[in-house]
T-cell receptor, first 115, second 110 residues
Framework: GAGVSQSPSNKVTEKGKDVELRCDPISGHTALYWYRQRLGQGLEFLIYFQGNSAPDKSGLPSDRFSAERTGESVSTLTIQRTQQEDSAVYLC?????????????FGPGTRLTVL | GQNIDQPTEMTATEGAIVQINCTYQTSGFNGLFWYQQHAGEAPTFLSYNVLDGLEEKGRFSSFLSRSKGYSYLLLKELQMKDSASYLCAVRDEGNTPLVFGKGTRLSVIA
């Protein structure tokens, strides 16, 4: 595809359920990022994958959050036992590499609502 | 710690010029980015500065002063479609992820 794609575009779930969000980066992009954006707030970094290196998980807010990436392709962000505070738009971005000037291209996001 | 500050909201008139300021305090510095985000859409890249000075790209320009920890985004000949949030983001070192400010919501009025 031409850009970063994410699915689903919207997800409504009940408190306590697990959710899985998917990101397809631009082909050839070695770096992949997950961010969270709460209503009216800036982007909050969650996790970063760069090639085959160990991911940078320093932004994950709790152990309920985890993410995986298969090689340099699809990534999934999993939130276990969702809480209402997890409601936000989850944005995925990719770039050619993680070094210096490399524009991050964002996907359209997944809007998660936890009831 | 890391801190990115920008005004929450601004209003400007169609055809005018507006300057959106951003100040940052980060442990290191390896580039400053500006993104535009329309309501309900993903952020899109506008500009990148790593050296002091002004980068011009059409109606948009971005300025950086590393010694002052300061940047601004200048939008000229404002159009209604420029109504959006403008996000300032800093990469503090190497290839680390960007640290974003909360964004400035710009409203362009007739």
């Amino acid at each position: 595809g031409a850009g970063v794609s994410q699915s689903p575009s919207n997800k409504v779930t009940e408190k306590g359920k697990d959710v899985e969000l998917r990101c397809d980066p631009i082909s050839g992009h070695t770096a992949l990022y997950w961010y969270r954006q709460r209503l009216g707030q800036g982007l909050e970094f969650l996790i970063y994958f760069q090639g085959n290196s160990a991911p940078d998980k320093s932004g994950l807010p709790s152990d309920r959050f985890s993410a995986e990436r298969t090689g340099e392709s699809v990534s999934t962000l999993t939130i276990q036992r969702t809480q209402q505070e997890d409601s936000a738009v989850y944005l995925c971005a990719s770039s050619r590499s993680g070094t210096n000037y490399n524009e991050q291209f964002f996907g359209p996001g997944t809007r998660l609502t936890v009831l | 710690g890391q801190n990115i500050d920008q005004p929450t909201e601004m209003t400007a008139t169609e055809g005018a010029i507006v300057q959106i300021n951003c100040t940052y305090q980060t442990s290191g510095f390896n580039g400053l980015f500006w993104y535009q985000q329309h309501a309900g859409e993903a952020p899109t890249f506008l500009s990148y500065n790593v050296l002091d000075g002004l980068e011009e790209k059409g109606r948009f320009s971005s300025f950086l002063s590393r010694s002052k920890g300061y940047s601004y985004l200048l939008l000229k000949e404002l159009q209604m479609k420029d109504s959006a949030s403008y996000l300032c983001a800093v990469r503090d070192e190497g290839n680390t992820p960007l640290v974003f400010g909360k964004g400035t919501r710009l409203s362009v009025i007739a």
